[in-house]
């Protein structure tokens, strides 16, 4: 990853885009750890105190929730998405770079429809009251950040389409150690 | 001919596709000369708490779910979850339909789909592993796994711990000893292969609670159908499915008595003791939803009074 | 069927493209889903899905295996589990490629990842081989192949990732992949012992320990006994689920990396990022693969798949044979877990209604990516070990791996022709099925 902002975790260029990304990764790191720590605390609580956490299960959800939400855009920023790029040495050098922008834009598209559409169901969660059955937590507020994440996960990806078009990011043949960490 | 895709978020073998959506579909291919289909679908198509809006949406024509996944959206629906209401699930569900016609259904909750019917299910009852819960103190510090408002309430009354899991884990949570017993109709605990678990069961008259449900269709394809097809097909749902889903959940409660027995758990009466602290907590909750009907607009006391009501009059076949 | 087919020609046509995988099942799959319910619906599937897959309850064991994965890699118990490993076999010939293998097996029971077990094992394992004059194929190519125990011994994040899409327990699979893992390591073994024979300069003989020196190493693995213990066994126990168990692993991952003082705060937070941005790279492509599968939901392709098969009148054996084979063929060229996400949507439905257990068949799907990760030329674990080790040629690591890939082929059989392998365990632990 030969970006200048990458290495970082800024989701896009200059200093917004690097404190956003400072943000978001302080935000996952301690939900996370929040995350983890709850579950201990829920099952030991139960097991030695007879006194579990009310409704653990359903703060797990929505932490697990902020997780995904906030870490998308610095994958995104990353280049992170698994791709299969084993068709890399068949793409002429000179149309790489035009196919990396293609990319960026076409999937810069997809995270915005998703934005785009979270929000149209953040507004029916908050018209309808939606909430959870048990600690009655309401939906709303946590469709609407996870849209608005959306969106900035579509901004980190039309910034790498940039950098693809100012040259900042160059396309080479990746079809070697592309790091998905997924198996 | 048209085809009116279904969802069903439980497995084909639950006694609501098999004893009730089935039939009810059957009903509809009769009552149409099978003018109109109702084609199941593989996999349900969103989570369950997901399939109102997935109705409104067009995702899928028609779908049926628990009103206590969205408590606030449905709040007046949830009368029916109330302690010591009806003795079977086709008096409740019945009552439930017809407050919904007299008192609940001008809130316009249901106003973006097209209501084709409610239901619940049978009494609930306490479940537990080690002994009867007899007296109001058999309840303190025992892990109880509950869902819903009501039978939350009737658990922290009485000195219990509430765990709190998703229904599906029941199995994991009761087995692991994560929860001491649970508060279910005795159906669940053949769905959830949980009666060689939960081995002391105990009830009262007109169950500790209930669930109730909503059934629909999309509106729009609902209004795409001829007039007459419309009619037919209201004339098997509406109270009509009431009754048959209240029949589908006796039936498949009677199986989890079956199921009880031949796993050597025995079912016995709270005392009369228990009953007298339970009046007690029902009047506070009846107050409380009482509460909320009112600030919705609803009158909440004479709804109470009419579903109770109804109740007797079902029980004595009316 | 023919539309669906389409679909999935895209579909296809978009990730060779090297469109990221997630977004093109999303592309065709709310594409399909306009197609067949209109776009207002396809539209509110595509967020609800979204919406619903990022607080799946379930969902919340990937974040925290993740996580425990990472706490472990950083707190070096690997270099206990290859002594302990070692002082028993070292002696043998080949004996510390087998000791990595063996080494790996153990690591995999606190770890999720295929991918972090043979990373960790790089360190540990590759500089004592190349001390004792291992060859580079022989050395490398055991840490590749061990590598992918972590994914089949639990816990595992492919395995949750099945049991998500295909909605089959988690504890069940977890269970089931206990013995066929410890056949997995064996059959590794047998596979080191075969090259040492062709080749005895492969792999010489270390030193054999004292039964003083193999009493003190076992006294070094229990931190990872107390790990797996804790939290793979808390879940057979019944102290906790399966979903509590993976916060219970990585808060007791946790305290031992800070016991060894392996945790900073700049690196705790590092593991902390790294483990969210893993999560979530995962859960975009299972959120594409839950709007793709809904797609297929609303199609006949399941169906008419199960009619084309039968037409056939082949034994259904027959049939998982040849998906086994089409996936080990793909899976030398494609990237795994896509490959799988792709595909189990519309091979699934058919092999349960054949009547095979779905368990079973994902062990089976774990064995196949087990085999897609080591088998040339495009396998994650070769990368990774190649980028780790600048110093072993890849083309010999490609060489090396190959008795390796057989190996694993003879497990897939043997774990086809008996499933007791896989279903005894979870059905003798009597694990609720859903
Ligand atoms: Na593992
Ligand atoms: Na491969």
Redesign the interface.
């Known amino acids: 990853m030969s970006s200048p902002h990458a290495t970082e975790d800024a989701i896009f260029h200059g200093p917004l885009g690097r404190w956003a990304g400072w943000i978001l990764g302080s935000v996952v790191a301690a939900d996370l750890f929040a995350m983890m720590v709850l579950t201990f605390l829920d099952v030991s609580g139960r097991k030695l105190f007879t006194s579990p956490i009310y409704g653990a299960y359903e703060v797990t959800e929505f932490m697990m929730g902020v997780l995904i939400f906030c870490a998308l855009p610095l994958v995104t920023a990353r280049e992170g998405h698994v791709t299969i790029d084993i068709m890399d040495h068949f793409v002429p050098r000179g149309a790489m770079k035009g196919q990396r922008i293609f990319i960026s834009l076409l999937s810069a598209a997809v995270l915005g429809v998703i934005a785009w559409r979270l929000w149209v169901l953040s507004v029916s969660h908050l018209e309808t009251t939606e909430v959870t059955m048990t600690l009655h937590i309401p939906h709303g507020p946590f469709t609407r950040a996870f849209s608005i994440m959306a969106g900035l996960a579509t901004l980190a990806c039309l910034a790498v389409a940039w950098d693809y078009v100012r040259g900042w990011r160059v396309a080479h043949d990746m079809s070697h150690g592309a790091g998905a960490g997924s198996a | 001919q048209t085809v009116l895709?279904m969802s069903n978020w439980v497995?084909p073998a639950h006694p609501i596709v098999k004893y009730i959506m089935v039939p009810w579909a059957n009903d509809v291919a009769k009552v149409t000369n099978g003018r109109v289909r109702i084609q199941m679908?593989?996999?349900p198509?969103?989570?369950p708490?997901?399939h109102y809006?997935?109705v409104i949406?067009?995702?899928v024509d028609v779908a049926w779910s628990t009103y206590?996944?969205?408590?606030?959206?449905f709040q007046p629906y949830l009368i029916a979850e109330l302690p010591q209401l009806g003795d079977t699930a086709v008096d409740n569900g019945v009552a439930l339909w017809r407050t919904h016609k007299t008192h609940i259904e001008k809130a316009g909750v249901h106003k973006d789909v097209h209501l084709l019917g409610v239901m619940t299910h049978g009494p609930g009852l306490m479940h537990h592993s080690k002994k009867f819960i007899l007296k109001p103190s058999d309840l303190q510090?025992q892990?109880i796994r509950v869902?819903?408002d009501v039978p939350?309430a009737i658990v922290q009354t009485f000195g219990g711990?509430?765990?709190?899991?998703?229904a599906?884990?029941s199995?994991?949570?009761l087995?692991?000893?994560?929860a001491d017993g649970i508060m279910f109709p005795t159906e669940s605990l053949k769905s959830?292969?949980i009666a060689s678990i939960v081995k002391y069961s105990t009830f009262v008259k007109g169950g500790l609670y209930s669930s109730s449900f909503w059934f629909a269709v999309n509106k729009n394809k609902f209004a795409g159908l001829s007039k007459a097809d419309q009619d037919a097909i209201m004339k098997v749902s509406g109270e009509k499915f009431a009754r048959l889903a209240g029949a589908g959940w006796d039936r498949a409660d009677k199986e989890g008595v079956v199921a009880i027995k031949e796993a050597g758990g025995q079912i016995k009466p709270m005392s009369a003791e228990f009953v007298a602290e339970l009046n007690k907590l029902t009047e506070k909750l009846e107050l409380e939803y009482g509460a909320k009907m009112d600030a919705m607009g609803i009158d909440g006391k004479g709804t109470i009074k009419f579903f109770r009501a109804e109740v007797a009059r079902v029980a004595a076949g009316k | 069927m023919t539309e669906t087919l389409i679909a999935f020609a895209i579909l296809l046509g978009l990730a060779f493209a090297r469109i990221p995988i997630a977004f093109a099942m999303l592309i065709v799959g709310v594409g399909g889903f306009a197609l067949t319910r209109g776009m207002h619906a396809a539209f509110d599937q595509l967020a609800q899905t979204t919406f619903a897959a990022g607080i799946d309850y379930e969902l919340s064991v990937v974040p925290l295996f993740v996580l425990m994965g990472n706490f472990v890699s950083r707190a070096g118990m690997s270099q206990e589990l290859f002594r302990a490993a070692y002082t028993f076999i070292g002696h043998w010939r080949g004996g510390l490629a087998m000791s990595t293998v063996v080494a790996c097996a153990g690591f995999g029971s606190i770890c999720g990842s295929s991918i972090a077990t043979a990373a960790t094992m790089s360190k540990v394992a590759y500089p004592p081989m190349r001390r004792l004059g291992y060859s580079d194929k022989l050395s490398a190519a055991s840490i590749c192949a061990g590598g992918t125990l972590g994914i089949l011994i639990p816990p595992s994040t492919i395995m949750v990732i099945y049991g998500i899409i295909t909605e089959t327990n988690i504890g069940r699979l977890f269970a089931a992949g206990v013995f066929p893992g410890i056949l997995a390591a064996g059959l590794l073994c047998l596979a080191v012992r075969w090259v040492v024979w062709r080749d005895p300069s492969a792999g010489p003989a270390g030193e054999r320990s004292s039964w003083a020196e193999r009493y003190e190493a076992l006294k070094g693995i229990w931190g990872v006994a107390v790990l797996f213990l804790v939290s793979i066994g808390g879940i057979y126990a019944g102290i906790f689920t399966a979903t509590e168990g993976a916060g219970i692993g990585a808060f007791g991952a946790f305290i031992f990396a800070l016991a060894r003082r392996a945790l900073t705060w700049r690196v705790l937070r590092e593991v902390l990022i790294d483990s969210a941005r893993t999560t979530s790279m995962l859960f975009m492509i299972l959120i594409g693969a839950l709007v793709f599968a809904n797609y297929i939901n609303f199609t006949s392709l399941p169906f008419d798949l199960t009619n084309f098969v039968e037409q056939f009148k082949v034994h259904p054996i027959m049939v998982v044979v040849a998906i086994c084979a089409i996936y080990v063929i793909l899976g030398t060229a494609m990237e795994e877990l896509s490959m799988v996400l792709l595909t189990v949507p519309i091979f699934f439905p058919l092999v349960t209604q054949l009547g095979f257990d779905p368990v079973w068949f994902g062990i089976l799907i774990v064995v196949i990516v087990e085999i897609g990760l080591i088998s040339p030329p495009v396998g994650m674990n070769l990368f990774v070990l190649s980028s780790l080790l600048p110093e072993v040629p890849t083309p010999t690591l490609f060489r090396g791996v190959i008795p390796f890939v057989l190996a694993d082929i003879v497990r897939l059989g043997i774990l086809i022709a008996f499933p007791a392998i896989s279903l005894w365990l979870p059905s003798a632990l009597n694990i609720a099925g859903k």
């Open positions: 895709t497995p679908l593989p996999k198509v969103a989570r708490n997901q809006d997935a949406n067009g995702q206590g996944y969205q408590p606030e959206r510090g892990k869902g819903g939350r711990v509430v765990i709190t899991q998703p599906p884990k199995f994991e949570v087995s692991a000893g994560i959830f292969k």
